[in-house]
């Protein structure tokens, strides 16, 4: 596939992934339960397939972990017990992919910042874990544990740069929502909306931010030849 056709590719997947979240969080804020659970399914094999098409050179744990992801939202739609704690364990496996991912591309490098952000997140985690506890009933130990894990994902996105940092952060925000739901906490005005807005935005800022991190820059991107430039002026990044 040339390089032009592999962009046009992917921009129409993007574009299908916008089109398709849009229609989503339409549904959620209008209440159309059928097409909202219509829409939920594609969200992630959409953005899966559009990071293929950008990049032959994607990181080989990417497209997984966008696929284990739409396995749990698909799981969490089916609503008893038992699919909950599959999707819960489909999402853990994204988690490892997505730590495996950052590590391999030296998140960890910078030791003394990592200590640092690592830090934070723990202490967060701590405060988020000892406030939700006395109210999750059965449920404390695989949340906990779940838990960590997404924690090790936005500790490792923040030492990929800013775009994967924040796609940690609201990672974290939209689960932490699902969890307060999960505890019987009073929700907040739009909290379906929240959990999905900030849960999509996430899953686009890390997987634009894996691929940025391939990107040549400065000379390397102007060596002649170089696929990541031509007569369009198209890098792959473009369709971000």
């Known amino acids: 596939m040339t390089i032009t056709r592999r962009l046009r590719t992917a921009r129409g997947l993007l574009t299908g992934f916008a089109a398709t979240s849009a229609v989503h969080l339409g549904a959620i804020a209008t209440g159309a339960?059928?097409?909202?659970?219509?829409t939920k399914p594609a969200?992630?094999?959409?953005?899966a397939a559009q990071t293929l098409a950008r990049s032959p050179q994607a990181p080989k744990l990417l497209a997984p972990a966008l696929l284990l992801s739409a396995g749990g939202d698909v799981a969490l739609q089916l609503g008893d017990d038992t699919a909950f704690l599959a999707g819960m364990g489909s999402f853990a496996a994204a988690h490892v992919c997505y730590v495996t991912m950052f590590v391999q591309q030296g998140a960890l490098d910078?030791?003394?910042?990592?200590?640092?952000?690592?830090?934070?997140?723990?202490?967060?985690?701590?405060?988020?874990?000892?406030?939700?506890?006395?109210?999750?009933?059965?449920?404390?130990?695989?949340?906990?544990?779940?838990?960590?894990?997404?924690?090790?994902?936005?500790?490792?996105?923040?030492?990929?740069g800013w775009r994967t940092g924040l796609g940690g952060a609201l990672f974290l925000l939209s689960d932490t929502?699902?969890?307060?739901?999960?505890?019987?906490?009073?929700?907040?005005?739009?909290?379906?909306?929240?959990?999905?807005?900030?849960?999509?935005?996430?899953?686009?800022?890390?997987?634009?931010?894996?691929?940025?991190?391939?990107e040549p820059t400065g000379e390397e991107a102007d060596k002649p030849g170089d696929e990541y430039t031509g007569a369009a002026g198209a890098r792959l990044s473009a369709p971000a």
């Open 43 to 47: 969200l992630m094999p959409l953005l």
């Open 177 to 214: 929502l699902i969890a307060t739901r999960l505890a019987g906490w009073k929700e907040l005005p739009g909290h379906e909306l929240l959990i999905m807005s900030t849960y999509i935005a996430a899953q686009y800022l890390l997987a634009t931010g894996a691929l940025g991190a391939l």
């Open 110 to 160: 910078d030791r003394r910042r990592t200590a640092l952000v690592a830090a934070a997140y723990a202490a967060a985690w701590a405060t988020m874990i000892g406030q939700l506890w006395p109210d999750l009933g059965d449920l404390k130990i695989p949340v906990a544990g779940y838990s960590l894990l997404l924690a090790s994902t936005a500790v490792t996105s923040a030492g990929r």
């Open 33 to 38: 339960s059928v097409l909202r659970h219509a």
